[in-house]
């Protein structure tokens, strides 16, 4: 009979928080992605817009593409060279909620209020962040949860 893993029993590096940061944890990447999920797509406008250098906005949309957050199109205005826009793939679109979670906190947290709102297209309602779980009950900050292993752990012993 096996031992359940406990937390802190469990490799760290195996951990999801962990791995999404490997990605998203340079300064500047989270806010590229924000500013492609609002529609900023072209390489000179987002350096214009984030205020970032050049050679970090580079350096972000290649790790972005790497780990398949990130595609490239090809575009061309008439009588200039072809090049590339910064699009997000699915895996970058389910960012959203991260972003809309961290949103929420810095309007409740780190300032004087929202100094954007994102709006429902369909009926014009505030968008808001829900934990629930699997059986449909809403979670607030005062519930209890727990962790467990899930599959993906992996033991932080070394075998024996």
Do not use: N
């Not at 987002?46 to 970032?52: F, T």
């Not at 429902?120 to 519930?143: I, K």
Request: with cysteine; glycine share 12%; aromatic share 4%.
């Amino acid at each position: 009979m096996t031992t359940p893993l406990r937390w802190r029993d469990i490799d760290s590096g195996a951990c999801s928080i962990a791995r999404t940061m490997t990605v998203l944890g340079e300064p500047w990447t989270v806010l590229v992605v924000r500013d492609l999920l609002h529609g900023v797509h072209r390489f000179d406008d987002l350096v214009a817009h984030l205020g970032i250098a050049r050679t970090v906005l580079t350096r972000r949309l290649a790790v972005l593409g790497d780990a398949g957050l990130v595609e490239t199109v090809e575009y061309r205005e008439p009588g200039r060279r072809t090049r590339r826009e910064y699009r997000l793939t699915e895996a970058g679109l389910d960012l959203r909620g991260v972003l809309m979670a961290l949103m929420e906190y810095g309007d409740r947290h780190r300032g004087d209020g929202p100094p954007v709102e994102v709006r429902h297209a369909g009926c014009g309602e505030r968008v808001t962040m829900v934990a629930e779980c699997a059986a449909g009950h809403r979670l607030g900050p005062e519930d209890r949860m727990r962790s467990t292993p899930g599959p993906g752990a992996r033991s932080s012993a070394p075998p024996a």
